[in-house]
């Protein structure tokens, strides 16, 4: 059975930083590319940063980048997501979700994700 599950979130004030985890089993993690998506009250899930199969590439919504750092850890089958100089508008619940697809780009559908976990609320406080 796969199974999603992260942990890491909290309370924080606004430019503090904060790592989520998102731990993975039941299936061979690593053929798998996984993704970190978040949804605010009343708006759409929105993907965060994703990071590849394989290569370990990786990919970062406009809105993150060069704030937020997405690692995996193959060994221990874990996908982190550092971070960093938090803002108010980043609080939502943040979600891990896993895809057999090789991204080449930002477009990672929420709809063309295989596996979700349950989520972890990141709150950010100003």
């Known amino acids: 059975q796969v199974q999603l599950v992260e942990s890491g979130g909290g309370l924080v004030q606004a430019g503090d930083s904060l790592r989520v985890s998102c731990a993975a089993s039941?299936?061979?993690?690593?053929?798998?590319?996984v993704g970190w998506f978040r949804q605010a009250p009343g708006k759409e899930r929105e993907f965060v940063a994703g990071?590849?199969?394989?290569?370990?590439?990786?990919w970062y919504a406009d809105s993150v980048k060069g704030r937020f750092t997405i690692i995996r850890d193959n060994a221990k089958n874990t996908v982190y997501l550092q971070m960093y100089s938090l803002k108010p508008e980043d609080t939502a619940v943040y979600y891990c979700?896993?895809?057999?697809?090789?991204?080449?780009?930002?477009?990672?559908?929420?709809?063309?994700?295989?596996?979700w976990g349950k989520g972890t609320l990141v709150t950010v406080s100003s």
């Open positions: 979700a896993a895809s057999r697809t090789y991204y080449s780009s930002t477009y990672w559908r929420v709809d063309g994700m295989d596996y």
């Open positions: 039941g299936y061979t993690f690593s053929s798998y590319a």
């Open positions: 990071i590849n199969r394989g290569d370990g590439s990786t």
